[in-house]
């Protein structure tokens, strides 16, 4: 197939080109003067599987043939004469080892890395095992290292993976993968020096970014009839750009650098690489552009000289458009309606971004048309429904299960997924509304049973709860092969539900791939030693994160979504370069833990620029194809982007070229990505809708309340709509599911420690002390307070201030002392007809028979001056006692009302009562009363609020934020 040749044997394909289809075209052409069989002799190698089943693909569309053989690089071990080689290692195996290590290293250095980074530094560290492996590193290249002038940091490092050398240095019967792979290409290079095969060897698609990959790459070029076939090779580069690419320090970010180590290692010279096919590049002129703009940085000046000599510039980029939007969403929904077109005229289209919420932005703008694009990526495992059952699941052993993870597991789909799942819906729904309403925060058996009876629900679905969700929290360190049995256990006992009936937990494409997630890690788990429950949620939700499951069905034919290692084997009519910022397209280096830059160049490693090689590669590949859209958005997250660098070099060398139109070819890619933008907005138009006035209903007299409660009239007063919305239309804010200690639950608490304390110390004035009080303290909110922070939090507030607290009670007692308790109080106001009710959280009498009315506040008590006008909560108490409104006392005179304050400091407000006698009150709270049981008196929505930052219960349903306090109320009768 080849002519003989002393020289290594390398063709190359330009920018741009359809490389598996010119791979073909080659393949075809070269054994066209040869028998039938001479194809079929042929071994073609390529690097990944999606290209060998694309090369299949072309064959078949082309006529009847003999195939050549085709293999992947990484499957050269599995011929006959190299299976003396035991298979690798699994990859769990190994990083299940490393985590024990890595976990004993942070409980000798715990200011190493905190212990939830257990399982990221895990990773990192195989991964530079790997690495090693691959490169053939040797430990002793790392232990030789000088780090005398570097941080402690590195020194650290630096010995830990000495500790690590005998998963590097594995004997033949322990290899890992990337050390297995290697091992195979040195026998089989040893094997072809001894005898070559004389059959066409081809290595196609490689760019040798691995030294192993690199290695076998040497020794195919070097056979017979062996060749190399690179993909996206710049035929326009100077021989000078060629020689400054020798640096891996300055030149490892360069598309072209790979290529250039390869060729010096077989001691070739740039121009010696021959073309595979006699076919052009999509755009040689657009290609002669980029090779330009992506020019190492030292040498940019070249610009400067070379510019000049670029030609055709308007040809170059006639088909190349130019997106800018303003916000990601704006970006998406102009690719989607390009997609759309190249839909409906028959054009195959591709997206091309690493950016995940890009391409689901994309896909959500889409479906608006039914088209659903084939999204090589598929979805994390982690995120697919057996994954997110999974992890809840685990999530079960690690805390106090809490009415947010119970009622998130019941309502998962795939819970009680069996027999009878409308009637569990049922019984969800109704524990759901009693734990809102009647807690407890931590729901337990006990708690589910008191809820059954309450709510009616069957006894065998509540023991079903009870036994599988309940009381599952682990503390304490487990095998790892016992959390594996537990988790699968209760998993398929969740999902059966209370008929026992099997569930479908391990159904459909995601549930296999879950359980073989978990079946490998059983077969591994006895190298994962013992963990905590937390470790086990953090290692099987990493697992599961490292999965991807695809459930398409029948994704539209011609519209794709790619990643750019699929972009390399694929070809388009259009391709779409979304989201070109820095961060995304290239991504940003990730940290390395153990080894920093020079260390890595030092030791022979990869440096972290060489994925942004890669990816500079994969871009330069891409632009070059037929039709290109590059898109970005200016501004991501309310902060401005930096566009992508090789899209910052493009656009800064057209921007200088004025005398070839450079600045009228760029003005141009933006205009057509401008017209695109401009009919994006108009699709997202909206027709305007009219902001709601400030609403003031008034309902019927009839339908109008008859009864509030004292703290009610504050309410009344400032936002008259939260009454109307309480009580006509009776509606009622929804209790949060997650219950916190909140200043509900801790002025209840407090209240009821007072209560009980003062109660205790009228019986016996000798319980009234300090020791007493903590001590009734401490108990209650042991009992009613469940998170232990705010148990402490709050007993420290009450040590703060149980001295003033005393001191001050000592002196009323000095004066007379308690006669009820959460007294009840109504009053009728007639002629209206009209009840107010209250409860006095305390009633003193006084040595001269007068009353004194005392009301706690865990908050900040009101001042005279709001009591007047607004919180007349103790002045309406008063003049309901001077009325008889106590329930068991006659009418007496109210001597002192005072509010009591137990927040962060003891204080103490009284009531106004010399300024606003009981006689005044009463009349101005009939007026009130009076005036809103008028006809044309509406419910003004938040009327006198004391700050416009203070959120009502029934603001969205007044629609607040359409309004503003300046706005006028709009009085409308409601029927």
């Not at 959500?364 to 994954?387: E, F, H, K, T, V």
């Not at 160049?601 to 330069?620: C, V």
Request: with cysteine; aromatic share 6%.
């Amino acid at each position: 197939m080849f002519e003989a040749s002393t020289l290594p044997r390398v063709f190359a394909v330009p920018p741009g080109a359809d490389f598996p289809k010119a791979l073909v075209r080659g393949l075809q052409s070269r054994s066209a003067h040869f028998p039938p069989e001479a194809l079929a002799r042929a071994q073609l190698v390529v690097n990944t599987r999606r290209m060998a089943r694309r090369v299949r693909d072309l064959f078949d569309q082309e006529p009847a043939c003999l195939l050549p053989k085709l293999s992947l690089v990484t499957d050269l071990g599995e011929s006959v004469d190299l299976a003396q080689i035991p298979p690798a290692i699994p990859p769990l195996r190994r990083r299940l080892e490393l985590t024990q290590l890595i976990a004993r290293l942070l409980e000798q250095q715990p200011d190493l890395a905190a212990r939830s980074s257990l399982f990221d530094l895990s990773d990192s560290l195989a991964a530079l095992i790997d690495e090693m492996q691959g490169e053939g590193v040797s430990p002793d290249a790392i232990r030789q290292l000088d780090v005398s002038d570097m941080s402690g940091h590195w020194a650290r490092a630096q010995a830990f993976i000495g500790i690590a050398d005998h998963f590097i240095d594995s004997d033949e019967d322990a290899l890992d993968v990337n050390a297995r792979q290697r091992r195979v290409v040195e026998n089989l290079i040893a094997r072809w020096q001894v005898a070559p095969p004389q059959h066409p060897v081809i290595l196609a698609g490689s760019t040798g970014s691995r030294g192993t990959t690199l290695m076998l790459m040497q020794a195919v070029a070097r056979l017979p009839q062996g060749a190399l076939v690179l993909p996206g090779y710049d035929f326009d580069q100077p021989d000078h750009v060629w020689r400054r690419l020798d640096d891996a320090l300055t030149s490892e970010d360069h598309p072209q650098y790979r290529f250039r180590k390869l060729v010096r290692e077989l001691d070739l010279e740039p121009d010696q690489i021959q073309h595979w096919t006699d076919e052009q590049a999509p755009s040689p002129s657009r290609n002669q552009l980029i090779s330009l703009a992506l020019r190492p940085a030292p040498i940019t000046d070249a610009w400067m000289t070379e510019g000049p000599q670029l030609a055709n510039l308007d040809k170059a980029t006639a088909d190349l458009t130019l997106v800018e939007a303003q916000s990601p969403r704006a970006e998406a929904l102009a690719i989607a309606l390009r997609l759309r077109q190249a839909a409906e005229t028959g054009q195959t289209a591709a997206l091309i971004t690493p950016d995940r919420m890009l391409t689901r932005q994309v896909s959500a703008a889409l479906d608006r048309w039914n088209i659903l694009p084939d999204d090589s990526a598929g979805l994390p495992l982690q995120l697919s429904p057996p994954g997110r059952f999974l992890r809840h699941v685990a999530g079960l052993f690690t805390r106090r299960l809490d009415g947010e993870a119970l009622l998130t597991l019941l309502k998962h789909p795939l819970c009680h997924d069996g027999e009878d799942r409308g009637a569990h819906l049922l019984n969800t729904r109704d524990l759901e509304l009693d734990l809102r309403r009647h807690g407890p925060p931590f729901p337990d058996s006990d708690s589910l049973a008191k809820a059954a009876i309450r709510k009616e629900i069957p006894e065998d679905w509540v023991n079903w709860v009870s036994t599988h969700l309940c009381d599952q929290q682990i503390s304490g360190e487990r095998p790892l092969v016992d959390w594996i049995k537990h988790l699968r256990k209760l998993a398929e006992a969740i999902s059966a539900g209370s008929s026992g009936e099997t569930g479908t937990l391990w159904d459909k494409n995601a549930g296999q791939k879950a359980l073989a997630v978990l079946t490998s890690l059983e077969d591994e788990a006895k190298h994962g030693g013992a963990m905590t429950a937390h470790d086990f949620a953090d290692l099987l939700g990493a697992l599961l994160a490292g999965e991807e499951v695809r459930d398409r069905d029948a994704p539209h034919p011609r519209i794709m979504i790619w990643g750019t290692l699929e972009a390399r084997v694929q070809g388009a009519d259009l391709l779409i370069l979304g989201g070109l910022n820095e961060g995304s397209w290239p991504e940003a280096p990730s940290p390395d833990p153990w080894l920093n830059r020079q260390m890595r160049d030092k030791a022979g490693l990869l440096l972290p620029e060489r994925r942004i090689g890669l990816s500079a590669h994969d871009f330069q590949q891409a632009v070059g194809a037929p039709e290109v859209w590059l898109t970005r958005a200016t501004r991501s997250d309310d902060a401005e982007t930096v566009p992508s660098r090789w899209l910052n070099r493009m656009t800064n060398l057209l921007q200088g070229l004025s005398g070839q139109g450079g600045p009228e070819a760029l003005a141009g890619m933006k205009a057509r990505g401008q017209q695109w933008l401009d009919w994006s907005e108009t699709l997202e138009d909206a027709p305007e809708i009219v902001a709601a006035q400030r609403p003031s209903p008034r309902p019927p007299v009839a339908a109008r309340p008859k009864r509030l409660t004292v703290t009610e009239i504050k309410r009344l007063i400032r936002d008259p709509y939260a009454i109307y919305a309480k009580h006509v239309l009776r509606l009622k804010p929804l209790d949060p599911l997650v219950q916190a200690p909140d200043a509900l639950l801790r002025g209840i608490v407090i209240h009821e420690i007072l209560e009980h304390f003062i109660q205790d110390s009228v019986l016996d004035s000798a319980l009234l002390s300090r020791e007493n009080f903590m001590k009734r303290a401490e108990a209650l909110l042991d009992e009613h307070v469940a998170w232990p922070t705010a148990r402490k939090l709050w007993l420290a507030r009450l040590e703060r201030i149980a001295d003033d607290f005393l001191q001050a009670e000592i002196g009323r007692r000095g004066d007379g002392g308690p006669v009820a308790f959460e007294a009840t109080m109504k009053l009728v106001l007639s002629p209206l007809d009209f009840t107010i009710a209250g409860r006095a959280d305390r009633i003193d009498r006084n040595s001269r028979g007068a009353l004194r009315i005392v009301d706690y506040k865990t908050g900040m008590p009101p001042t005279e001056s709001q009591q007047a006008k607004f919180d007349k909560q103790l002045l309406i108490e008063a003049a309901m006692a001077e009325q008889g409104g106590i329930e068991g006392f006659d009418p007496l005179p109210v001597a002192e009302a005072v509010f009591i304050g137990m927040g962060g400091t003891y204080k103490e407000v009284r009531a106004p009562l010399t300024k606003e006698p009981p006689e005044k009150v009463l009349a101005e709270l009939k007026v009130l009363i009076s005036s809103y049981l008028e006809p044309d008196q509406g419910f003004s929505s938040r009327r006198m609020l004391h700050k416009d930052t203070d959120i009502g219960d029934y603001d969205h349903l007044a629609r607040f934020g359409e309004w503003d306090r300046t706005a006028e109320t709009h009085p409308e009768d409601v029927k």
